[in-house]
């Protein structure tokens, strides 16, 4: 209970260090609402000329852009700082890490925060009011509570693919420059629904770069379209469990990596 209390105090303190410069922070703030925007702008503007995608109507695409984009909002509110890891190590700044007796990734993750993930939640809620109204969405509590797991294991799907590229900082120094990989992913492919892909994208969406549990799998489910899902039906209900094995994953790859580091000397 101590060590969660001084993590709360951390992050506590972080948040109100970006709010003491208040136009920075709403900049911030801003700039995550119209960052996604672009995005919804741009899936828009293509179903206003074709109307539907590989089967999947207007308002199906929205919903899966929703799931998307709330998962990506929890991964930004809470984990956003992994992507500094090259930073850390650069500097020399991880040797404060290892010195302290917390855990070196919960240390990491709170030391700084990102404003810019209070206005991808915000415009996540706002989708969600509206694409459930669009598609009559009846959320009995069983539906919410899935609802709220499959946001937890989008986050943690975002969260492990993002530390196993940040962790390779302990071999590279510099791996910062490799996270467009990610976001290439995250930001374009798990917006869609995976059969408007080849074969090939469909099996890297699903088994090496799982972006399609984070949005597609799981809209399936919600949808009533299981039979349309890839691969298995089963899929539609896999994303708590992916999130969690791919993160234990990526954080055995990290404890390597640490046990790699070596400081700067600076």
Known sequence: MHRLRVLGLVMWAGIKSHMEYRLDFFLRVTMGV???LTSLVFIWAVLARFKSMAGWSQGEIFFIYTLRLLAHAGYCLLFHNVQMVSRYVRRGGFDRV??????PLIQLITWEYDPAGIGDLGLGLVCFVVVSRLLEFQWTPPAIAFLLLVMAGGCLIELSLFLIINTLAFWITEASRLTWIVLTFSDNFALYPLDIYNGVLQFVLTFLVPVGFMSYYPATAFLNRMGDTLFSPAFAYLTPLV???LFTLAYAFWRVG????QSTGS
């Open 243 to 245: 999130g969690l094995a």
């Open 34 to 36: 119209v960052w996604n």
């Open 98 to 103: 290892l010195l302290r007796p917390l855990n």
């Open 258 to 261: 640490i046990n790699r580091y």
